[in-house]
């Protein structure tokens, strides 16, 4: 006889909402993929099965049975019962009635299968119904397994501990995924930090980045004025600390300003405009990413004066090598723009005559006369006011 000992409680639809939203694997933190990484599979411990079945008599002798197998057994009189423990409790085997009132095993069964927590979970249905609808309608939903009652007990035990086994030997095989999803998601987090993104899907796409040549490309060069009597008088932690506070300003300027950081050299910052990254005027962005570092280096615990020189034209941009990958640029125009900022005028951004006709009008600058560059012969400088 059914009974009505499984009400439908007020708060069910939190509950169902709730688990949707708690069943979602986290995505872009490989720091809680390694914690999952972690969780060995504890072969261990007393599997956990649920027991489902509105008949106290019932629910209570399937039960016993299973204890006696060697299970630890929650039982739960009916449908919603059984959700709320699958909401809270951790399962490898659920032995389900059909045939309850409020929410029937078939509901119940199409429910777990939409859980992405839950869908790896085995389901044996456990019913007086012997009809093949019953049973082909309990497969498509994916159940694991049908058992009539009453239930033969060797038949019984065999589906228990063959659908556990099978449970078991899918915890190991996901356990061993996340373990390959978290080191892969290191990895790439790893790689981000070194490579700019477009750089980063080539090489993960083709194992290398070819060198190409680009056009119109603006190279920053920023250096420190006075860096050798700095390291004097400091202590390598100082100095190491200091270094740090203003490569992760400048950094933090660049991507704000759509530059792409190259690398440092020693207390240089080298960083481009228009490579890679689409900017509606490279030569403006890179003036206005210099005057900000000049600012930032000002600030303690630096309280360092810096040139800034910018150049543009083609480059080569590219990894070359095998070991210790980084992505670079090379040509003459980075060479130049390393010599207009020695050049340059401290505490200022100084542009060449190819920079500075890319943004007349858009920023006063004054000439600072003719200088020789080498390899360039006399070149015309520009301080931006």
């Known amino acids: 006889m059914k009974g009505s000992g499984d009400k439908e409680p007020p708060s069910t639809e939190s509950h169902l909402g709730r688990l949707r939203r708690s069943s979602e694997p986290p995505r872009h933190a490989w720091e809680l993929a390694v914690a999952h990484r972690e969780q060995s599979v504890d072969k261990e411990r007393p599997p956990r099965v649920l027991v489902v079945d509105d008949s106290p008599q019932l629910r209570h002798d399937l039960a016993t049975k299973v204890r006696g197998l060697g299970c630890t057994v929650v039982e739960a009189e009916g449908g919603f019962a059984a959700i709320r423990h699958l909401e809270s409790e951790d399962f490898d085997l659920v032995l389900l009635d059909i045939e309850m009132p409020g929410l029937d095993g078939f509901k119940v069964l199409a429910f777990i299968r939409d859980q992405p927590a839950l869908r790896h979970l085995p389901v044996v249905m456990v019913s007086a119904l012997d009809t093949l609808d019953a049973v082909v309608h309990c497969i498509e939903l994916g159940a694991d397994d049908y058992l009539l009652k009453p239930w033969h007990e060797a038949l019984l035990r065999?589906?228990?501990?063959?659908?556990?086994?099978?449970?078991?030997?899918?915890?190991?095989?996901?356990?061993?995924?996340?373990?390959?999803?978290?080191?892969?998601?290191?990895?790439?987090?790893?790689?981000?930090?070194?490579f700019p993104d477009a750089v980063l899907e080539e090489l993960k796409r083709t194992g290398a980045v070819t060198p190409r040549r680009h056009d119109e490309v603006v190279v920053l060069f920023c250096d420190v004025v006075g860096f050798t009597a700095f390291c004097d008088r400091r202590s390598p932690e100082e100095l190491v600390d200091a270094l740090q506070a203003m490569v992760m300003e400048f950094e933090a300027i660049a991507a704000a300003r759509s530059l792409v950081k190259i690398k440092t050299i020693g207390d240089a910052f080298l960083a481009t405009s228009g490579l890679l990254v689409h900017v509606e005027n490279p030569v403006l962005a890179a003036i206005e990413a210099g005057r900000d570092m000049i600012r930032a280096a000002l600030r303690p615990p630096c309280g360092w004066n810096v040139r800034v020189g910018v150049h543009v034209g083609p480059v080569l941009a590219g990894v070359v090598g095998a070991r210790q990958?980084?992505?670079?640029?090379?040509?003459?125009?980075?060479?130049?723009?390393?010599?207009v900022e020695h050049h340059g005028a401290i505490g200022k951004v100084t542009i060449s005559a190819e920079a500075h006709a890319r943004v007349r009008g858009l920023v006063?600058?004054?000439?600072?006369?003719?200088?020789?560059?080498?390899?360039?012969?006399?070149?015309?400088?520009?301080?931006?006011?």
């Open 158 to 194: 065999a589906r228990v501990h063959s659908c556990i086994e099978r449970k078991r030997a899918r915890d190991v095989e996901r356990a061993l995924l996340q373990r390959v999803e978290a080191e892969r998601a290191r990895a790439d987090m790893l790689l981000g930090s070194i």
């Open 325 to 339: 990958y980084l992505f670079d640029v090379w040509g003459d125009t980075v060479n130049t723009a390393s010599r």
């Open 364 to 385: 006063q600058a004054t000439s600072l006369g003719a200088h020789e560059i080498k390899g360039k012969g006399s070149m015309e400088l520009f301080a931006v006011d």
